[in-house]
C-alpha cells in the first residue's frame, strides 16, 4: 500500500514490501494542496464485480514497493518516481506508534515465534476481573512482561465462555495496536486451538487498526497450524 505524497513523490507506507504491482486510492485532501480539499475528476474503486462507488480522488499504481519505483495515478495522470517507505513520515508515525516495518511477510510471520508452552489449562480457576485488568495494564504499559499464567486464564475464559472472548476484543477499542501486541504475546505460551483463539483476537485487533497484511499473516498462521477457530 501506497500513501500520500511526501515532496511531490508518494509516501510509503507499506510494512509488508511486495514486488508487484500495489494501488491506493485517496478521498483526503492531496498534499501538494497544503492541507485544503481539491477535487480533480473522481473515479470509482473498482471491485472484483465492477465499481462498488466509493469516490476516489487518487489511485496510486506502483511497479514495487520495496524501494523506491516508478508510479502511476490512474484518475489524475500523474507519474513520478516514489519514496522509500523505510524513512517515509508514515513509517515513522507507525514506529512511533510501536507498529511494525516489515520488508517482507516472512519477517511479519517471525513476530508470531512460540515460546515454552503455558501449563495446561484444565482445572484453572477463572478469574475474570484480575484477567481483564492485566490484559488492559499491558496495554496501557506496553512492552512490558505478561506471565505465562495470564496466557492460560486468557484461554481457560474462552474456551469455557464465548462471552469472554468478545469482552476482550472490547479492549482494543482505545488502542488497537497495542491490544493485537499483547494478545500475540499472550499467544506464545499456547498450542492448538487455545493458541488459535488468543491470534484470532490479535487478528481482530489489527482489523480493527486497518492492518490488514498483518490479519493475513496471522490467519495464514494458523490455518497451517490448526483449524481457525468460529471467530475467524
Same mark, same amino acid.
Given at each position: 500500500?501506497?500513501?500520500?505524497?511526501?515532496?511531490?513523490?508518494?509516501?510509503?507506507?507499506?510494512?509488508?514490501?511486495?514486488?508487484?504491482?500495489?494501488?491506493?486510492?485517496?478521498?483526503?485532501?492531496?498534499?501538494?494542496?497544503?492541507?485544503?480539499?481539491?477535487?480533480?475528476?473522481?473515479?470509482?474503486?473498482?471491485?472484483?464485480?465492477?465499481?462498488?462507488?466509493?469516490?476516489?480522488?487518487?489511485?496510486?499504481?506502483?511497479?514495487?514497493?520495496?524501494?523506491?519505483?516508478?508510479?502511476?495515478?490512474?484518475?489524475?495522470?500523474?507519474?513520478?518516481?516514489?519514496?522509500?517507505?523505510?524513512?517515509?513520515?508514515?513509517?515513522?508515525?507507525?514506529?512511533?506508534?510501536?507498529?511494525?516495518?516489515?520488508?517482507? !511477510? +516472512?519477517?511479519?510471520?517471525?513476530?508470531? @515465534?512460540?515460546?515454552?508452552? &503455558?501449563?495446561? #489449562?484444565?482445572?484453572? $480457576? %477463572?478469574?475474570?476481573?484480575?484477567?481483564?485488568?492485566?490484559?488492559?495494564?499491558?496495554?496501557?504499559?506496553?512492552?512490558?512482561?505478561?506471565?505465562?499464567?495470564?496466557?492460560?486464564?486468557?484461554?481457560?475464559?474462552?474456551?469455557?465462555?464465548?462471552?469472554? !472472548? +468478545?469482552?476482550?476484543?472490547?479492549?482494543? @477499542?482505545?488502542?488497537?495496536? &497495542?491490544?493485537? #501486541?499483547?494478545?500475540? $504475546? %499472550?499467544?506464545?505460551?499456547?498450542?492448538?486451538?487455545?493458541?488459535?483463539?488468543?491470534?484470532?483476537?490479535?487478528?481482530?485487533?489489527?482489523?480493527?487498526?486497518?492492518?490488514?497484511?498483518?490479519?493475513?499473516?496471522?490467519?495464514?498462521?494458523?490455518?497451517?497450524?490448526?483449524?481457525?477457530?468460529?471467530?475467524?
Amino acid at each position: 500500500m501506497c500513501g500520500p505524497e511526501r515532496n511531490g513523490r508518494p509516501d510509503r507506507s507499506v510494512h509488508a514490501a511486495s514486488h508487484s504491482p500495489a494501488a491506493t486510492s485517496h478521498t483526503d485532501a492531496h498534499p501538494r494542496s497544503n492541507g485544503h480539499s481539491r477535487r480533480p475528476s473522481a473515479g470509482t474503486y473498482p471491485g472484483p464485480a465492477g465499481p462498488v462507488g466509493i469516490e476516489t480522488n487518487y489511485q496510486i499504481v506502483v511497479t514495487r514497493c520495496d524501494q523506491p519505483a516508478p508510479y502511476r495515478d490512474l484518475i489524475t495522470g500523474e507519474t513520478g518516481i516514489s519514496d522509500d517507505y523505510r524513512d517515509s513520515a508514515v513509517s515513522a508515525s507507525r514506529a512511533m506508534k510501536g507498529q511494525a516495518i516489515a520488508q517482507n !511477510r +516472512d519477517d511479519l510471520r517471525a513476530r508470531l @515465534a512460540t515460546t515454552d508452552p &503455558a501449563s495446561t #489449562t484444565e482445572g484453572v $480457576e %477463572l478469574q475474570p476481573e484480575l484477567a481483564a485488568k492485566a490484559v488492559v495494564s499491558a496495554m496501557v504499559h506496553w512492552p512490558t512482561e505478561v506471565p505465562r499464567e495470564l496466557s492460560a486464564q486468557l484461554a481457560a475464559m474462552i474456551e469455557r465462555n464465548v462471552a469472554y !472472548r +468478545d469482552a476482550f476484543l472490547r479492549t482494543a @477499542a482505545h488502542n488497537a495496536s &497495542a491490544a493485537a #501486541t499483547v494478545f500475540i $504475546e %499472550l499467544a506464545r505460551p499456547l498450542r492448538g486451538r487455545d493458541r488459535a483463539n488468543a491470534l484470532t483476537l490479535a487478528a481482530a485487533c489489527y482489523y480493527l487498526g486497518s492492518d490488514g497484511v498483518m490479519v493475513g499473516v496471522i490467519f495464514d498462521h494458523i490455518a497451517e497450524d490448526t483449524e481457525l477457530p468460529s471467530l475467524a
